[in-house]
């Protein structure tokens, strides 16, 4: 047995072994498979015993593949790992190849620049031999200008003046949304502000955020007292940029604005003393020197033949910041060429650049519009240093509308109608006063202040405002309750003043924009008081109205009528044996007494000249109805006291006080509508 067990096992593992060759081969099919087996096999027993062999098979190789997997995974994340950090060396190694790439450029421009120079050794606003400039303004540390470049991403342009020194530099802390660390370096002719990175091989790494030039910034102290301002001082850059820096002392505070106007003097001085017809001035150094064999248009039209490929690099590395400055530059040294130099054509090619650097200016989108990003406000900066100021101006409101769109929508309807209203108001409100303070800060320079456009946008943003609040306040197939919509209203008006501290009232567009909603409003809402009027008309009984004293109902009654000067108790019996209080008026006037107040003190929120006619038709109507049910009411014995009573209220009393209101209160004009209803009833 024990042999013949042995002989079945070996024959097994050989029809195991035979199988999963089969199964694995590349010509595998399984119809043939199955038909092979079905011929050899005569009963089920011995297909069974193939099932479980295939069965061994398949889970034997699912063992494999899940301890294969398993496996493999620990290396792919390894490898992943591997790619990730490859990738950002080759990153960081592309970035400085490229840094020494312009150094090298630089340097050869200066070079080439340099040998044709040979009246002129040294630029005109320093002088090698003359160190006073930096001794009297006060040198913070043995810093040059190439070790500046090397430690500073994006300052290789400091490099292309020849001979400027560095007077002064230090850590300050930028103030704003968000404070940071910036490092100042101040330069015989500009001032760079740079903000640190992270560390490169253990050495401190800068990024450039800003080159400003000396001649069109501004420095001062803040004219706030507090404590915390006392460290800070402020510098404007035309053409409204501001930024404010907090030192670590007001010593040092004092010094930095001390050094920045000494150096702004000394600057101005040596420009005013440069003869002419010796000296290139700054904007030509930036572009190069001349010859002594060729005249200044040559040179001059040379340097510009370049500058369109010089501009498709800064466009593609979107470096605007450089192609904005070639620009202004080459805008200047065009006017100076005449037609022998191919000034059209040079001229058209360079339109071209600033016409797809407008564009992508144009096209750039922050997402969230809002106050504190300075990433939004350059591309605005850059348009309009190429005078580009209507483009400007769509991009500047563009991201705002974003912004102001984005904000709008994460309010959420929590609580009543008129608290969202109020969160609804006072959010879009106050955004569009923020926009209007910062849209005169950045335009106020230019020649019309480009406010048409502001206005023009805040009646776009208003519209879609009332748009989104009449989705609320004025729903289209419902009934707003007495009182919530005028609500409404008021608190969108409160707010909407606040533009006019500002300087622009925009509630008469606010009244117009709202017309169609409060008209619709007020004809729907004098429907219903006419509709419940017909359905208390049919269930009159004309008894007279009684009041528990201690309910307050009587009093609530008396304080509404003395609204329009009213007095109820001519119209009122007390018994002494009852504790309730009689008034000689049916149900269905107290009731119509009762809604036709709510409904006008909701009219009189939202009245505005454009509704009159609304208001008074809704209200004549509304009148009409009441004094014709009393005309029609079926008069008996018993009834006929208080129909005549009720009539002798409505007519006498309330018509002609509610007359008095509206032209006092509401309207301000006479009503000769409703002093109509009155002429008829006499008549009648």
Known sequence: RIQILFELQGTMSQLSNHYEEQLKSETFDAKVFVHQLCKNFDNARDLDDVKKIIENVRQTNAAQLKHNVYRNYGQFIDTSKEITFLEAEMYKLGHLLTEQRALITSLTDDTIAMEKVQTITEPWFYHENDSSDVTELGLADDMSVSRVVEQVQGAAVLQEIPGRKILHNGMVTEKGEEERQIRLVL???????ACPTKRVFMSESYKMVELLELKNITVMELSDKSQESKLCFKITQYPGSTYVYKADSEQKKMEWISVIKRAQQKYKDLTSKQPLDLVMTRDQMLDGSWSENKSRLEFRAEILADLPEELDVCIAQRDFDNAVRKLKNAKINIAMLDQTHNASEIKARIEQRLQKLTELLTEFNTGSGGFNGKASKKPVKHLLRLDKVTQATNLFLRNKTTGLRSTMRRIKMEGTMSLYITKLSQTFFSYIAAVGTEFKAIFSQTETGCMPSYVGWVESELQWFVAMFSRQVFPQGSVVGHGIAGECVAIALKHAQLLSEHGLDIRYLLHRLLQPGICTTLKRNHIQIIDASKVRAKEEKWRRVSFDVKSGEYQNLDSLLKTYNIDISKYSIKLDEDSKIYISLSQSIVSFVRSFHSYLQDAKKMYNV????????????????????????????????IIRSSSMFLMKEFIPAIIVYLEKKVIGQPVPTIQKILTETDQV
């Not at 330069?187 to 502000?193: E, H, Q, T, V």
């Open 187 to 193: 330069l015989n002719d500009c001032l760079m502000s």
């Open 610 to 641: 454009r509704v009159r006619k609304q208001l008074i038709d809704s209200i004549t109507s509304c009148l009409q109805f009441q004094t014709f049910q009393l005309q029609i009411a079926q008069s008996t014995e018993e009834t006929q006291s």
